[in-house]
DNA sequence: AGTTGATTTCGAGCACGCTCGAAATCGTAG
DNA sequence: CTACGATTTCGAGCGTGCTCGAAATCAACT
């Protein structure tokens, strides 16, 4: 376990996809799935025995997809952004252009979501209205 | 076209599936298919010859699937709710504890929800600052 | 050197929610 | 009566996003 002097510098840097995994919330499964799927803007990093090492640019790009996948962005969407990222400078538009429209999409999904929601929220009310007075019964009316 | 005195009544009430579905959103496959999988609380009623007419409860019922699958209900739990519903009287705590853990989920994905979506606002607008001052080549950072 | 556990690649498999196709039947218009 | 379009059932297929398994390799400890 020590490794005191180990120079030129601990060659065990970074985190193994285990440790990745744990810090991102996201299973080792899919983190190698992702990159297989090309959801990498930079190729992981790797020890000379074939490891993967996550560092911190890493797990900063994996918690974007989380964000970006939690918000109901498509793998192959995010691989776009990823690739006009991995093309380097001069496409920024087009990657602005990407993220305003899905934050669109979502801020539009999001009123959607909260009409929804109430909708059921009153379901529910009159229906525990209703189950206190102890008439709920032939209660089943989706309109109300 | 005439019905005027088509007594004891009209016999071609209802709607037809393409009109259900029309009215609903859903397609005519997705309401077949969510009639087999036991999305419903009442058989659709038939014509002599077997075809689907679709009355206001079933338009209703259905519109209330649409929102709970909107909202991220699976079908089988749906299903589940229906099945509850066709039991009849007696149950109704029961469909009531199903729809406010719904409702407290949906409210929980909501907070998420917007949380991911500030946050990609703001990534948003760092990205749009610095392409407008010049500066966005070499930018990509996730973490921003 | 040996053992043990984590990691690798790669392809297959799975769960979900539709979506489609085929072949038969219905029903309406001419 | 004939045509033709809509509808029926049933099973198969599909797209998405993981999830898993097998067999090989790596690495750390004893």
Not at 9 to 38: D, N, Q
Not at 53 to 64: E, K, M, S, T
Request: aromatic residues 6%; contains cysteine.
């Amino acid at each position: 376990m020590l490794e005191i002097n180990s120079r030129p510098a601990a060659p065990a840097e970074g985190l193994t996809i285990a440790e990745a995994a744990e810090r991102t919330g996201v299973s080792v499964h899919t983190l190698r799935y992702y990159e297989r799927a090309g959801l990498v803007v930079t190729p992981v990093d790797r020890t000379p025995g074939g490891r993967r090492r996550y560092h911190p640019r890493d797990l900063r790009w994996i918690d974007l997809c989380t964000r970006l996948r939690a918000t109901g962005m498509p793998i192959r969407t995010i691989r776009r952004y990823a690739e006009l990222v991995t093309a380097g400078p001069g496409n920024e538009p087009e990657r602005l252009a990407l993220l305003e429209a899905h934050r669109t999409e979502v801020a539009a999904r999001l009123t959607e979501l909260q009409s929804h929601l109430a909708r059921i929220d009153h379901k529910v009310d009159t229906y525990r209205g209703r189950l206190a007075e102890g008439r709920a019964e032939g209660f089943w009316a989706p309109g109300e």
